[in-house]
């Protein structure tokens, strides 16, 4: 896979070291995410908004409902920008000018259109859903026909991207080290807790494994 | 408190039961999220960068190395949109059209401006080091005449506000209560692991209970 090319839009010029192109760092970090997050704007006025996703090769793809004023703005082909996080930890130093976060973030460029084929629709929905819970698409009912029409899945092609990553212990001004301050790492994790049965629903439908051992790691 | 005005900008339009302008909502979710995602408009092109960040009242507060492009963006006084989103779980329905998220969001709009006088910019450093981890500033070294020099600190007022909120079980249609699909809520939380002490600190620095005991309910 070739590296995105750095542009003015996605150098990060700000701690360079930390900043990645190599679309297996930046995918991966898309894959894990849960959700994303994508800027448009309307007048001149920018607007930031959370939305499922999932990554189908160069493409990303979302989903909402035909009145959503985000899949109309991402529809008609407007410059989007879309970012994911996933917080790994605090980065706990013995100087507050040190502290810091472990995190692994993306941030990526692009334009969207609506995908109006039946067909792409549905592939983008299951890999909508399988990002969610992967397993989930063989099992759950699928969409139908009335479904389908109510929903908007639009692409967005990732046209530049760039990763920016931070991982490892503080780092403290030499003269700190010595400090009786406690330093060093919280690490922080997106966990799943024990999943909830539906109060609808009788005990005897049996729990799935995908949904027992649930994990956003890849 | 008052609640925000809904504007044309803040008022939720999709699923209006899940919006919330009470500053009650709005701010324990800002006041939970360890970032926001900031986004602003160069040009005609949106950007969204994930930065730490902590509410002072009525106003944020984020701060950067001077040559950051977001700060200076925001030290400018164009609009910047806020939003922060908390993960609370993955709503598993027996259709895939029901699936869901429970989240609890935020999207703001102000603008900001550069905080200038040092005892402003160092209550602004205490708030944001307070949100990371309650109990820091009292222990950290704090930031040296250098240090505040090399530091941008930005307040952005909020102007208007809504937050957006799903709970509870999936929602399925009255026919597929029947299906054998296992349904439920699979609950999601960031939770902190055991704290990893720097390897260049000797063991004889006690770890704090801030530490020790963190979590970012409220």
Not at 31 to 59: K, S, T, W
Not at 67 to 77: K, N, V
Not at 158 to 163: G, L, T, V
Request: charged share 25%; proline share 6%; with cysteine.
């Amino acid at each position: 896979m070739t590296d995105f090319i750095k542009t003015d839009k996605t150098r990060i010029k700000r701690l360079p070291k930390r900043g990645h192109y190599d679309r297996k760092t930046i995918y991966r970090i898309l894959d894990e995410a849960l959700i994303c997050h994508v800027g448009f704007v309307e007048g001149r006025q920018p607007y930031v908004i959370p939305i499922n996703f999932a990554r189908m090769g160069d493409v990303l793809v979302m989903h909402g409902a035909k009145a959503s004023r985000l899949l109309r703005h991402i529809a008609d082909g407007q410059p989007v920008c879309v970012e994911a996080t996933v917080v790994d930890g605090l980065v706990l130093a013995r100087s507050v000018f040190h502290h810091s976060v472990n995190y692994r973030s993306v941030v990526l460029f692009g334009r969207g259109q609506l995908i109006q084929k039946d067909e792409q629709k549905l592939a983008a929905l299951e890999a909508i859903t399988e990002h969610l819970i992967p397993g989930r698409w063989q099992e759950a009912r699928r969409p139908s026909r009335k479904e389908l029409n109510a929903t908007s899945v639009v692409s967005i092609e990732i046209e530049s991207a760039s990763a920016k990553v931070r991982t490892g212990p503080p780092v403290d001004d030499e003269a700190d080290y010595s400090l009786p301050v406690w330093a060093g790492l919280l690490p922080i994790e997106a966990r799943a807790l024990s999943p909830l049965r539906d109060e609808q629903q009788a005990d005897d439908v049996p729990l799935p494994a995908y949904i027992a051992h649930y994990s956003r790691k890849a």
